[in-house]
């Protein structure tokens, strides 16, 4: 903890020498003038001719803001200017990069939007953001990578490229990358920048290496004085000084952690990753709950993983809803998710918990099949098999899935097992390893009922 704040400190005198000082008043300024004058070095577009602005920072570093700051200045410059705004979903696109609280409307006055307000500016159903000016901003997600291939455009902001649903194709062909590459056609400087915490998927990889791009590295420190104290409680203390904080925190981007059973290859092969059209018939799927000692701010989370299994033996990751809850909640979502995906069980570990999953569960909903399981091993034994599964090329990921897959390439064994993939662990021990699971000790339950009994 020491060594944390001693950085922070050494980083916020760095800050507070190169960057001017903020207006007392923000009375006569714009949005833009209120960042250019509270902006850092490091958020302002690099001078050069580059193409692709790449910035890997840690978690609230700003990277948002920025990205937002960026885009937004460029289509003020740009009438009439069609810019893209790309994220892994969606949903993500809206409710982050135009909606959030730092994305574009949070950026632009009012004045500068068409018809003088967010009604007649933007079209929620459509994706669509209009400037006074005639500029455009346009909504796409990695879920429909083709829907990029016919548009033009003069720019574009890209969130989170790490977690696209193909970044681990890279710059391939037909891919969310290449599909909007070949679209930046208009004006005479088209440009992209990229936000996002670093990860080592094979699109960021090749992305660094372009000779036009330019990389802008960042750690959570240098914007430590904008963030909350429920974050810095949660983030920063739960993961300093762990490999993950390296990256999460420092932005730094990490190769295989020494030791880990999960390697970055294993997630990045072709055909690793699907969407849920192309799931074939399953024959089983369960929902693992590992759930959290206690819901103070700085407690592990509950693991809550859905997972399926084919006739031929295959295995599908198909949901990582994991969160920091109260029973209630925890119970609520695995419910939830229960009947979604019309699971066949949910299925919590006995020795950690599971009296009270069920328990908690039966006083939502009685007819909920919970298949509690004891584990008479020690994690790492557990863990091997499910990890072997994945050399076997037997585990596929319905999506992308950023904080498990990093929980589960950064543990080592001995350490303390994180909560995601525990539930992780449990969800395919329990679909694929049967044999690896006792039954629970008869004065205890029977293995596999139907709801809880009291």
Known sequence: MLEMVTRIKATQKRVARITPRAPKARTGLSRRQTWLATARLNQLPPAGDWFVWLILAGRGFGKTRTGAETI????????????????????????????????????????ELRGGSIDTAWNRSMGELYLRNGAKFKCFSSEKARSLRGPQHHGAWGDEPATWNDADQGTAEDTTWSNLLFGLRLGKDPRVVLTGTPRPVRLIRELKKGDTTVLTGGSTAENLGNLSEKFKRNVISKYEGTRLGRQELEGELLEDTP???????????????????????????????????????????????????????N?????????????????????????????????????????????????????????????????????????????????????????????????????????????????????????????VPEETGSYGWSGWTG
Do not use: C
């Open 72 to 111: 937004a200045q460029w289509a003020r410059e740009t009438p009439r200017g069609r810019f893209a705004l790309v994220a892994q979903t969606a949903a993500d696109a809206r409710d982050v990069m135009v909606e959030g609280v730092s994305g574009l409307l949070s950026v632009l006055d009012e004045s």
């Open 259 to 313: 030791g880990a059973l999960w390697k970055y290859e294993m997630f990045n092969r072709e055909g690793f990753r699907l969407k849920f059209e192309d799931l074939p018939d399953l024959v089983r799927i369960v929902v693992a709950v590992d759930p959290q000692a206690s819901q103070s701010s700085d407690s592990a989370e509950t693991g809550i993983i859905v997972a399926g299994k084919d006739a031929h033996g």
């Open 315 to 439: 295995a599908y990751v198909m949901g990582d809803l994991s969160g920091n809850f109260s029973p209630s909640e925890w119970a609520q979502t695995s419910i939830d998710a229960y009947k979604y995906h019309h699971a066949d069980a949910i299925v919590p570990e006995k020795n950690n918990g599971g009296d009270m999953v069920a328990h908690t569960i039966s006083t939502i909903d009685r007819r909920v099949n919970v298949v509690p399981v004891w584990a008479s091993r020690g994690k790492q034994t557990r863990a091997e098999p499910v990890s072997s599964l994945y050399v076997q090329k037997k585990v596929f990921h319905v999506g992308v899935f950023p904080d498990l897959e990093g929980q589960m390439t950064t543990w080592v064994p001995g350490e303390k097992s994180p909560d995601r993939m525990d539930a992780l662990v449990w969800a395919l021990t329990e679909l694929m390893l049967e044999e690896e699971i006792e039954p």
